[in-house]
């Protein structure tokens, strides 16, 4: 592992009266102007921005109007279900008499608004689909509920194929002539901004005269949570609406499910931060799609009974460690697939399968696999019907949904279908064209990286002087984000003398260490580290990357590193 400065603009910017350290850090992630810090609603580009809003605001005042029923069509990660929450709320709220949502089951009918989903739908009668976090590439089941009858609105924001549905409206930032500045908006953060301006159309035409504007922005706990778990980047755009949803949930306006999942995790709201939403609430919402049904944890952040979220959050809870259960199996069989490869015959991009993996999980064992070894990995398992199913991570600098399209184009009839963002993507093949598209994808990638990309890079904000090492500045840095996907946590680097070090739990190992000069003793904690390197009882100086935390035991607080990387120095 490697780490390296992060890059500095050659003259830095004027951001008011901030501390330097702070300008510091905002001027390394590309903020260039004290208004980029405003998180405040007034900030929010402008929906009119959105190509198709118009169209899709028409389509929803008419079935409002004729009290239409809606059906809303989400997808199975945290993103899906977050978007199908807000969507079914939302439209609610602005005065729908009928609104309902759907999730596929992913092991049934996999990803997407499929003919079989549409025909699944149809039992519920619908007069107007909305997707939400899907149906960009979804040609053939848009047709299907076209001739059906029924009207449809995508709202997505994957990228798009050669070919766009032919829906009555479609809702995308990325979609080809949409000039929305901001190409990161979740699944969530879309169907949040269609709901603004189906407000705003509402309010024009008289709706509210009588009564009070609904207030949408109760649903940002959502956007939040959904932006952050789908780890798109957080751009000035999502930083406002990841930053008005957390203050949300930390003055106790969260819905009762963010609350009781909360509460099933020992965190307390008041102090959440925009990681916890990545690390505490998504994986929690995310296991109920990964190994069941996706509805569980819809249902969880629809209900307004305190006592029903509690008992569905523990039911999340539970499926969550049944979720790191099988990861943790899944790792040990992929590491020895790979463990006899000379460091030299790796390849540059790994594709690992074995037909027990659980097909809900191999997304987190691809992300494992890429974190190990610093390349980007696809991690198959089988789909049944002779086809596998695939889900790749990526590096810095390897754009995979776009190497799956040059593969694809390359190959024809290889891939029967993919999509995806740079860093993630999916794919289904059949089972009998693994090692040829192995074959073609790793040199894809070889095409595209030298050696040097698959050494691990960590980038550090710097050294922290001795007088540095306090509450008021780690308190100082919780706060100043979010941060999050191209908006990093600051990280640190240094040498301290090791004075102390267990482990504890598993994996986890706890250290006390003093600064280089031994004036300042400081608690660490580093997660999953090698248990056959650590502890190391004949180490007594280490270089360390660490963030500055805030641990709190019994009301007390104190500073804390919390260690990305360790080695003895």
């Not at 943790?328 to 015959?345: F, H, I, T």
């Not at 894809?444 to 050696?451: F, I, K, Y």
Request: proline share 6%.
């Amino acid at each position: 592992m490697r780490i390296d400065p992060r890059p500095l603009p050659a003259v830095l910017p004027f951001l008011g009266e901030l501390p330097p350290l702070l300008t510091r850090l905002y001027a390394a992630r590309g903020v260039q102007s004290e208004a980029e810090l405003d998180k405040s609603l007034a900030r929010l580009i402008p929906y009119q921005q959105l190509k198709g809003i118009d169209a899709a605001v028409d389509l929803l005042v008419t079935a409002l109007e004729q009290r239409q029923r809606i059906l809303i069509v989400g997808d199975f990660d945290a993103d899906g279900a977050t978007a199908s929450t807000v969507g079914t709320l939302g439209l609610r709220l602005l005065g729908a008499a009928h609104v309902d949502y759907l999730v596929p089951n992913r092991f049934e009918y996999g990803y997407g608004l499929t003919p079989e989903i549409v025909a699944v739908a149809l039992q519920r009668e619908p007069q107007l689909l909305i997707t939400v976090d899907n149906g960009i590439s979804s040609v053939e089941g848009v047709a299907a509920a076209k001739v059906a009858g029924l009207k449809v609105l995508v709202t997505d924001h994957h990228l798009p194929g050669d070919e766009l549905p032919a829906a009555d409206a479609i809702v995308n930032p990325n979609q080809p002539g949409c000039n929305f500045p901001s190409k990161a908006l979740a699944g969530v953060g879309v169907i949040f901004y269609v709901l603004m301006a189906l407000r705003a159309r509402l309010r024009d035409l008289g709706w509210y005269a009588n009564k009070p504007q609904p207030n949408i922005g109760d649903l940002l706990d959502l956007v939040a949570l959904g932006s952050v778990a789908d780890v798109v980047p957080l751009d000035a755009n999502n930083r406002i609406l990841v930053h008005q949803g957390l203050e949300r949930i930390r003055a106790g306006r969260a819905r009762p499910g963010i609350k009781a999942i909360l509460e099933v995790a020992k965190r307390d709201a008041a102090r959440i931060t925009s990681t916890d939403l990545g690390f505490i609430l998504g994986p929690r919402l995310n296991a109920a799609g990964r190994l069941d049904d996706m509805s569980l944890g819809i249902e969880c952040l629809l209900t307004t009974d305190v006592a029903a979220a509690r008992e569905m959050a523990a039911q999340l809870d539970g499926m969550n460690q049944d979720r790191k259960s099988i990861e943790q199996g899944m790792q040990r069989e992929a590491l020895a697939q790979l463990k006899d490869l000379p460091v030299d015959s790796m390849p540059y991009g790994l594709c690992l399968f074995d037909p027990e993996w659980h097909q809900g999980v191999i997304g987190i064992l691809a992300s494992r696999m890429k974190e190990r070894y610093f390349r980007p990995t696809i991690a198959f398992a089988d789909a049944g019907d002779g086809l596998l199913k695939g889900s790749g991570r990526s590096v810095q600098g390897f754009h995979i949904r776009d190497a799956l399209a040059v593969v694809a184009s390359q190959h024809p009839n290889l891939i029967a279908k993919y999509g995806g963002h740079a860093m993630a993507a999916g794919l289904t093949l059949p089972e009998a064209n693994f090692p040829l598209f192995a074959e073609a994808f790793d040199a894809e990638v070889r095409r595209q990286l030298r050696e040097e990309d698959l050494t691990g890079r960590l980038l550090s904000d710097g050294t922290l002087a001795v007088e540095e090492f306090h509450l008021e500045l780690a308190r100082a840095l919780r706060h100043a984000g979010p941060w999050g996907q191209h908006f990093p946590e600051p990280l640190f680097h240094g040498v301290f003398q090791l004075v102390e070090q267990r482990v504890v739990g598993e994996r986890h190992l706890k250290v006390v260490l003093k600064s280089e000069c031994g004036s300042v003793k400081l608690d660490g904690i580093a997660f999953g580290v090698d248990r056959e390197v650590w502890p190391n009882p004949t180490v007594r100086w280490v270089e360390l990357a660490y963030k500055l935390d805030v641990n709190e035991f019994r009301g007390n607080e104190t500073v804390q590193l919390m260690i990305a990387h360790i080695e003895p120095r």
